[in-house]
DNA sequence: TACCAGGTCCTCG
DNA sequence: CGAGGACATGGT
């Protein structure tokens, strides 16, 4: 199985992704956070909610702002908002330990200092924000060449015979056989959750229709 | 109706 | 460690 062949095929099969959505970095981690383990349907119902109250930035400016204003909601306002994602009850919780973080690092900016190494180890020791969320947020907001590995990721790599025992040893397999690129990095894990959601589903995969069932 | 979704944490062995 | 359960809403 060649992996560079796969991620080509998937480029031409479904077009680019341009992930990840969202108007700013603070929007990205947000989302980020909330469609931990949801579909993201619901995180745009969310994230309608912050901006209909002002909540999230339309660009990058006065972000901090906007995260203080965040920070500063009650609990029960706060879980109000993200409700249609589910699982509210401890999101809440990773958003504000995430902005309390991001407020006393003094912003993106700052953290941007960091090396990969520093700035993921930081990123993962938050409660509530793991290893796929944390490399969501190194790859698409800090623009570090780190994988994301999503259960989508694993379930297609299984069905292809590829059985490793954890997060990070997914991760290095597919970064020692890809180009360390940030784009091609975006895109392939884009595109893989597109495989996930339309063709290598849970129950009744549809491999006949597949674009990449030549690699089985 | 059940099951699934762009996970993470906690508890037990 | 690693397996297994809890967390919760919305769509099919």
């Known amino acids: 199985m060649d992996l560079w062949d796969i991620y080509k095929t998937l480029l ?124 969501a947020i190194m790859l698409y907001v800090f623009n570090r060449a780190s994988f994301v590995i999503s259960n989508y990721t694993i379930r297609i790599l299984k069905r292809h015979g590829i059985e490793l025992k954890n997060y990070v040893e997914y991760k290095n397999f597919i970064e020692i056989k890809i180009p360390k690129d940030i784009e091609v990095y975006k895109e392939f894990h884009a595109l893989l959750v597109e495989v996930g959601k339309n063709f290598c589903k849970k129950l009744n995969p549809i491999c006949e229709k597949c674009p990449i069932n030549f690699y089985l």
């Open 12 to 135: 031409n099969y479904f077009g680019k992704q341009n992930w990840w959505p969202g108007d700013s970095k603070l929007e990205i981690c947000i989302g980020a956070i909330l469609v931990q383990n949801t579909n993201w349907k619901n995180v745009e119902k969310a994230i309608e909610n912050f901006k209909k109250l002002n909540l999230l930035p339309t660009d990058e400016k006065n972000y901090l702002k906007f995260a203080q204003k965040i920070y500063n909601l009650r609990n029960e306002k706060l879980k109000e908002i993200i409700k249609p994602c589910g699982f509210y009850n401890s999101k809440v919780k990773t958003i504000k330990n995430f902005l309390k973080f991001l407020i006393e690092n003094k912003g993106f900016e700052e953290l941007n200092k960091l090396s990969d190494k520093e700035l993921r180890n930081k990123l993962i020791s938050i409660k509530g924000i793991g290893n796929e969320t944390a490399d």
